[in-house]
């Protein structure tokens, strides 16, 4: 005999059940690939109950800190600015993570050739560079000024990528947000948490 809730048993009348008309415990429906959970519990993590342009402007300011040449630094520089700020820390925190030990050599691959056009530089440094002699002290010296300029092509190339990166991130961070704001939005306010 199984117990089926209020009622003679075996009535089978589930319209007074209350479990049986209950809403469902999320605002949204489950999704059902592993990018759309991941994307879901990201942007929920990003912060839900603040405004879409305050927490795409945190998650941006931390992607436009992490393409800047200061590597070592980015996280530190992130907390000073978010405090500065009054933003969300942990979205700071987690733009800076955009650029890391596995980005970084494609970032600066692509930040050299950007940096050498915006200071209008000849390829020369890049094709002067002793290579082959690199393990020997002497050839740093004879390698200075070839470094210098190619240290400064980087760092300008990195800080053209972070005010582009930057922008970009804000830009669609607060479309994606109004976006899931809006469709959040239809669900009626007892359920929407």
Known sequence: ??????????????????????????????????????????????????????????????????FTPLIGLHIWIALFIAIVLKLNKLDVVLGTLVVNPLTLGPVSAAALPIGRLVVRARHEAVTHMPWAELLRPKAWLQASPAMKTIGLQWGVGMFTLSIVFGALTYLTLVRVLRNRRERAGLIPPDFAD
């Open 1 to 66: 005999m199984t117990f089926q809730g209020s009622g003679p048993p075996g009535d089978g009348d589930r319209s007074r059940d209350p479990w049986a008309t209950r809403l469902p415990i999320s605002p949204l429906p489950y999704p059902k690939s592993r990018w759309e959970r991941f994307r879901e519990q990201f942007l929920e993590m990003l912060g839900r109950h603040d405004e879409p342009e305050r927490v795409a402007a945190s998650f941006a300011i931390g992607v436009a800190i992490a």
